[in-house]
């Protein structure tokens, strides 16, 4: 989840924004986000979206997608989103499915990331 204010935005504005980021990381609404979204390939809802709150490990929401806790202890060892040209074409072609193929387990977390670091290598010294 990523979210952003133009710094250009008036006094109202801004103060409204604060407000819904506020609500948006509040437990409340990531539990909202961890009960998930339609999957028409599944005919179910399904948690797309990874919940951003550590103190959210033990809720009986978690312990239902026990996946998710990879993504509570890789809070040890925070990344971010590069946004640099570069990255893009890498983190379309390799990262979004990539890690996609890892929370339906069909790789390994070890698999994804030697690949992420070998075609993203080839990638960058190509440009």
């Known amino acids: 989840m990523m979210l952003a204010a133009p710094k250009n935005m008036?006094?109202?504005?801004?103060?409204q924004s604060i407000a819904f980021i506020h609500y948006m990381i509040s437990i409340d609404a990531q539990q909202a986000i961890l009960n998930g979204e339609?999957?028409?390939?599944h005919d179910a809802y399904?948690?797309?979206r990874t919940p951003i709150r550590k103190d959210?490990?033990?809720?009986?929401?978690?312990?239902m997608y026990p996946v998710y806790q990879v993504f509570i202890e890789?809070?040890?060892?925070?990344s971010i989103?590069?946004?640099?040209?570069?990255?893009?074409?890498?983190k379309k072609e390799f990262y979004e499915p990539g890690?996609?193929?890892?929370m339906i387990g069909a790789i390994s977390a070890e698999t994804f990331l030697k690949m992420i670091e070998t075609e993203g290598n080839k990638?960058?010294?190509?440009n």
Do not use: C, R
């Open 10 to 15: 008036s006094e109202q504005a801004k103060q």
């Open 46 to 48: 399904y948690p797309f």
């Open 38 to 41: 339609y999957s028409p390939e």
């Open 99 to 102: 890690l996609h193929s890892v």
């Open 56 to 63: 959210m490990a033990n809720t009986q929401m978690m312990k």
């Open 74 to 78: 890789g809070f040890e060892n925070p």
């Open 123 to 126: 990638a960058l010294s190509a």
């Open 81 to 90: 989103d590069v946004p640099v040209p570069a990255w893009q074409p890498i």
